[in-house]
């Protein structure tokens, strides 16, 4: 029944301190509703979960999907740094390669712990032009 699988990744995602790897397999689910649900808990999804949901053939899906990457980008520029940090980690984990020159921004930041994000997870935004030779300038990389 869609209506409970539906339901079962809205409750997920509202008492999952990470809920991503529970959602995964609802990433696929074959009604349209519970993916669109699952593309709005997307920030913790393992990369080709996100990817699936980013391309899913449903317009209204996909473009959940890419509204949660854009929230979360919009959250790089919050003057708190566990903010900062928190969002760098996602959207690494998402494997967004259309955000690494937004995260390479943040190889200035001036909090260690949002650089390190950086260094620790998937490593694409480090490879961005510039990336290296920032997080070098503070000891990172």
């Known amino acids: 029944m869609p209506q409970v699988r539906f339901a079962a990744v809205r409750a997920v ?21 519970v993916r669109l649900e699952v593309a709005r808990q ?3 999804l393992p990369e080709h979960c996100a990817k699936a949901l980013l391309e899913d053939p449903d317009v209204r899906v996909s473009e959940a999907a890419a509204g949660a990457v854009r929230r979360l980008c919009d959250e790089l520029a919050s003057e708190r740094t566990e903010r900062r940090r928190a969002t760098a980690y996602a959207l690494a984990r998402l494997g967004a390669r259309d955000v690494a020159p937004v995260l390479s921004r943040l190889a200035n930041d001036p909090d260690p712990d949002v650089r390190l994000a950086l260094v620790q997870e998937s490593g694409g935004p480090v490879r961005q032009p510039g990336a290296c030779d920032a997080l070098s300038q503070h000891g990172l990389r």
Do not use: K, S, T, W
Not at 13 to 33: C, F, I, M, Y
């Open 13 to 33: 995602a509202r008492v999952a301190a990470h809920p991503g790897a529970l959602l995964a397999a609802a990433a696929e689910d074959e009604d349209r509703l």
């Open 42 to 44: 997307m920030a913790g």
